[in-house]
């Protein structure tokens, strides 16, 4: 299983990075939604069943990145999670509305993540019963 | 600095008689480090000094608040998911096709901050058989902080972060300041209500559905078996009870049987059981 992790901040890659290992991920990380649409496109016979998107990023933000991943029928079982600082109502509302999952604010523990995949019905457990 | 054999040995008794919290020797740190805060605000060196005083007075306010700092309110929205899987995909729809008052009754009897009660409503109103039904709610705990934190129903991005699907807090829930607000539709629903398990219960009628997890793996098993069975008396003949993940009638009360439903711990009153309440 492959994860995505879209994040301008490395730091923030790695702490994703590492709970989502705990949990069975394979990781793949981008710093910006461009790139990250350029790694799903290498990636297209072999795609990540989950990607953690950053809203702020340079070049294109998440909120794009997510609009553009929801257009395309390849990708629709890609699961979107925002996770990100901005903590206004109406921005839940937009990314939501933009096709986004999950919406995790940022500082988070590692267990409030596992309890997203959780909810997402990603984690190893889960994710076990259906095979 | 740990706290004295004596100080330990006063409160371990006191909650043991006014919750039935039982805690072993060797739980000496964790009293000590849940009483240091209250040892402060009364202007105490030591939580030995505080609980030596506490001892003389009795001060009914102090000896409620020590019991309060030793229960464990720990909680989260929907906690272990399946339980509300459960009552959406099979006890909700199967209480609609039985009940011909268009209502029915919950409680959640040891409902800390509020979560599990508000993560019942909102499965109600998730649940397309329930649909114009009211759903009568009664939350009760032994302490009154977790049931003033419940009723004002603010939670704080860390706790709405633990379990809560995004989808369910834009629709549930309103910013408020820095903290989140749940809906007053939803707080209006819940009567909130003191109730300590351990005293015989004041008069509740019956109940559907009853949650009573995470709290009888504080308990001895006399005090557990007395629990369920006056649980027995509040539940309609055809309730479900729902206990937490680590816990089990088996062996305390046989009276209740278990209801396969995924991973749940769901439980009725067995069939044979059902007239004979004592
Ligand atoms: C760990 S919390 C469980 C909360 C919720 N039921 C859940 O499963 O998430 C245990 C709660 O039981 C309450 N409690 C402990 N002893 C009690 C008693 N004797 N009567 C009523 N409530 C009690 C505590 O105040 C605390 O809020």
Known sequence: ?131 | MSIGHDAFTFVRELVRAESAIVLEPGKEYLVESRLVPLARQSGHASVDAFVADLATRRNPSTLRLVVEALTTNETSWFRDTDPFTTLRQSVFPALAKTRSKREIRVWAAACSSGQEPYSILMTAQDTPELSGWKVDMLATDLSQEMLDRARKGEYSQLEVNRGLPATTLVRHFERAGLAWRISPALTSQVQFRELNLVRPFPPLGKFDVVFLRNVLIYFDLATKRDILRRVRQVMAPDGHLFLGAAEMTMGVDDAWERVPAGRSSVYRIREEQRTCVP
């Not at chain 1, 069943?49 to 029928?73: H, Q, S, Y």
């Not at chain 1, 206004?88 to 990314?95: H, K, L």
Request: proline share 3%; hydrophobic share 50%.
């Open chain 1, 1 to 131: 299983m492959r994860a995505l992790i879209v994040d301008d901040s490395r730091a923030m890659r790695r702490i994703v990075g590492r709970i989502l290992v705990d949990a069975g991920f394979e990781i793949l990380e981008a710093g910006d939604g461009q790139e990250a649409l350029d790694v799903l496109a290498a990636h297209d016979g072999d795609l990540p069943v989950l990607a953690c998107v950053d809203w702020n990023m340079p070049v294109m933000d998440g909120l794009t990145f997510i609009t553009e991943v929801r257009k395309r029928a390849a990708w629709r079982a890609i699961t979107l999670m925002m996770v990100t600082t901005e903590s206004e109502q109406d921005r839940i509302v937009r990314a939501l509305a933009a096709g986004a999952h999950e919406y995790l604010i940022k500082p988070f523990t590692g267990d409030a993540l596992v309890e997203k995949l959780d909810l997402l019905g990603l984690t190893p457990t889960t994710v076990g019963d259906l095979v």
